[in-house]
């Protein structure tokens, strides 16, 4: 298993046992504060993991699909704003193994119908930087469907640029 996918898996364990116990504090600010108080190195690691992430994002190698169904071979988005809206904000999924692609596969197959996909490999700031100047670009969702886990795209970055 890749350390990026070890930190992710770390992120959502850390981050759900935050939300298990803030479940039920009254929504004031003093409760908030104190749950922060008491809660404050969870929360810094957690913060931490997330930084870690970012970076490892930015340098990392995922397999994007593309429908290679129709003349143009599109990458696969996911539309993630609300029928209502009147912008179509959508994420890029993109995966960590060749395990976690054929998983997505199938659940893109049931969705749109038997098309033809196909694998690419590319770095999550190529990712980035090919979709950057889209305003409807929120992110990358990193195993999805399998994981609710999506990284925005001004996280995405290199603290040594």
Not at 15 to 26: R, V
Not at 89 to 109: M, S
């Amino acid at each position: 298993m890749s350390e990026l996918k070890q930190l992710i898996e770390k992120f959502i364990e850390l981050d759900d046992n935050l939300n298990e116990k803030i479940e039920g504090l009254p929504e004031t600010e003093e409760a908030f504060e104190a749950f922060e108080a008491d809660h404050i190195d969870e929360i810094t690691e957690l913060n931490e993991i997330y930084h870690e992430i970012e970076h490892m994002v930015f340098h990392e190698e995922f397999i994007i699909v593309s429908n290679d169904s129709s003349e143009e071979k599109e990458v696969v988005a996911l539309i993630i704003s609300d029928e209502n809206d009147e912008e179509e904000e959508f994420v890029i999924p993109v995966f960590t193994d060749d395990a976690e692609a054929e998983i997505a596969i199938e659940e893109f197959k049931k969705e749109f119908g038997d098309i033809e996909f196909t694998c690419d490999k590319r770095t999550g700031a190529e990712i980035v930087a090919d979709h950057h100047d889209d305003d409807d670009f929120i992110g990358l969702a990193i195993n999805a469907p399998q994981w609710d886990f999506v990284i925005a795209t001004e996280d995405v970055h290199d603290c040594c640029e």
